[in-house]
T-cell receptor, first 114, second 112 residues
Framework: DPKIIQKPKYLVAVTGSEKILICEQY?????MYWYRQSAKKPLEFMFS???????DNQTASSRFQPQSSKKNHLDLQITALKPDDSATYFC?????????????FGPGTRLTVL | GQQVQQSPASLVLQEGENAELQCNFS?????LQWFYQRPGGSLVSLLY???GTKHTGRLTSTTVTKERRSSLHISSSQITDSGTYFC??????????????FGHGTILRVHP
């Protein structure tokens, strides 16, 4: 059974619209993360959460908003979508937040913005 | 400048040959992790190795923290080892938020 679930696997959106990417982990971890991988840039860190609290935010835009309704959930809301937002978004988790904890990645959501 | 540099950028091997992948980083690291990715696939954690030497199966990683480098050795390569290998580290900042910075990866192709 997959331990980190990301939904949907593929997503197509139009410019200006809003989408929510879902992430749930069943590893019993206390920290969750979002990363982005696009053709133009290497894998980029976006957010880290520990015990549902924001620890780090490296996104330059407020259009990206993480939402944590439960300890094992960290969704990513993206508003006013742009073609440059097209990328694969990976959710990850670790036992504890911060350093000294191996991170495990989900299967990703591939977002295409037209 | 680029915080995590991986070399070589690509590598072609015959099945059975060994591979040595290098990772150099520009600042001290609190954690170091090696990942594997198939095209269109997810990132699979291979080894978590912030310092010293660790083994798993045909993989060996050696991280020398003071010298800001890590290596991944793949012995007796197999066709199924083909893919991209990423090195990722977290800088020692005091904040320790789990932010991993990735290199551009080494693309490995193993031929029969």
């Amino acid at each position: 059974d997959p331990k980190i679930i990301q939904k949907p696997k593929y997503l197509v959106a139009v410019t200006g619209s809003e989408k929510i990417l879902i992430c749930e982990q069943y590893l019993g971890h206390n920290a969750m993360y979002w990363y982005r991988q696009s053709a133009k840039k290497p894998l980029e860190f976006m957010f880290s959460y520990s015990y549902q609290k924001l620890m780090d935010n490296q996104t330059a835009s407020s259009r990206f908003q993480p939402q944590s309704s439960k300890k094992n959930h960290l969704d990513l809301q993206i508003t006013a979508l742009k073609p440059d937002d097209s990328a694969t978004y990976f959710c990850a988790s670790s036992q504890d937040g911060g350093s000294y904890a191996e991170q495990f990645f989900g299967p990703g959501t591939r977002l295409t913005v037209l | 400048g680029q915080q995590v540099q991986q070399s070589p950028a690509s590598l072609v091997l015959q099945e059975g040959e060994n591979a040595e992948l290098q990772c150099n980083f520009s600042s001290t690291a609190t954690q170091l992790q090696w990942f594997y990715q198939r095209p269109g696939g997810s990132l699979v954690s291979l080894l978590y190795n912030p310092s010293g030497t660790k083994h798993t199966g045909r993989l060996t990683s050696t991280t020398v923290t003071k010298e800001r480098r890590s290596s991944l050795h793949i012995s007796s390569s197999q066709i199924t080892d083909s893919g991209t290998y990423f090195c990722a580290m977290e800088r020692t900042t005091g904040a320790n938020t789990g932010k991993l910075t990735f290199g551009h990866g080494t693309i490995l192709r193993v031929h029969p």
